[in-house]
């Protein structure tokens, strides 16, 4: 199908692109990647008047080290994202997980701001940031206003992000040396969306798991956090019956809507499992 017709702009800076968010208001898009917006304007689930392209935009690029914190632009590729020297050396997550989504040519144009901003339950970003502890970096004429990424998907294709507001900025906060991790992504074939998923970070004392935080992508309106299973695992020795646990209450947070992907059942069994999969990697990978 062909999308209706509409008026495209691409500002060169930030101030340009908040200020025609705010003369087009409901009737404008932003245009980051594309690859969730373009399909639904051709079919006419989504039919903006005004598509205001952020391709141009330097300020939104990019990834750095700040103080204790990694700062990535919101239109930063998934293959930037890949190859980046920081991202592998300070915080491997995000490489695992972006080496998952989708096929190469998806990795090319796709961004992580346009992952994060689109609040689908069956991208892979919002659980990873979760995970992570990331914040959110909200833009408007109002000013500037920091997020966490725990609390910002509310539901399906709904996060915080206000009217008027771009989401320019991830923050990441340094992940401590040894530190493990691991994203396991359960998906029928290349470039699926997950059936389930699970993000992993852990920290060990010895043979203890001193800290970890758990998120689950796919299996709900919105990525989860599954607290009750984190602890379940805090100040426990790591083993078979301990991680049996946590994956029995990830599970009980599940609730996944039957899809070609699988029924209810099914989804939430393997929910469980990519958590099993995913703290055992983690607990490997950590060091004390």
Request: aromatic share 6%; proline share 6%.
């Amino acid at each position: 199908m062909i999308p209706r017709p509409f008026e495209y702009h691409a500002p060169r800076t930030l101030s340009e692109a908040i200020a025609l968010l705010n003369a087009h208001g409901d009737t404008a898009k932003l245009l980051a990647g594309g690859h969730s917006l373009l399909p639904m304007m051709k079919l006419r689930f989504a039919e903006p008047g005004h598509l205001i392209d952020l391709g141009k935009l330097p300020d939104l690029q990019g990834i750095r080290e700040v103080g204790n914190e990694i700062g990535i632009g919101a239109m930063t590729t998934e293959n930037a994202l890949i190859w980046s020297e920081l991202l592998q050396s300070r915080c491997p997550l995000i490489v695992e997980g972006a080496r998952q989504i989708s096929d190469p040519q998806v990795r090319y144009r796709g961004t992580l701001g346009g992952d994060i901003a689109h609040g689908d339950p069956g991208n892979d970003h919002p659980a990873l940031m979760i995970a992570l502890d990331a914040s959110f970096v909200l833009l408007s004429e109002q000013g500037e206003r920091v997020v966490p990424a725990d609390g910002f998907f509310l539901g399906t294709y709904m996060t915080q992000l206000e009217p008027g507001e771009i989401l320019t900025e991830i923050r990441i906060p340094m992940p401590p040396s040894g530190t493990g991790y691991c994203y396991a992504k359960l998906k029928r074939k290349t470039g699926d969306f997950a059936t389930a998923a699970a993000a992993v970070t852990l920290r060990r004392a010895g043979d203890t798991v001193d800290d970890v935080r758990i998120a689950l992508t796919n299996v709900a309106p919105t990525a989860i956090r599954a607290t009750d299973a984190e602890q379940a695992l805090r100040g426990k020795p790591f083993d078979e019956s301990v991680v049996a646990e946590a994956a029995r209450l990830a599970m009980a947070v599940c609730d996944p809507v039957e899809d070609l992907r699988g029924d209810v059942e099914y989804r939430t069994a393997m929910a469980g499992e990519m958590v099993r999969r995913a703290l055992t990697v983690a607990y490997s990978r950590a060091t004390a």
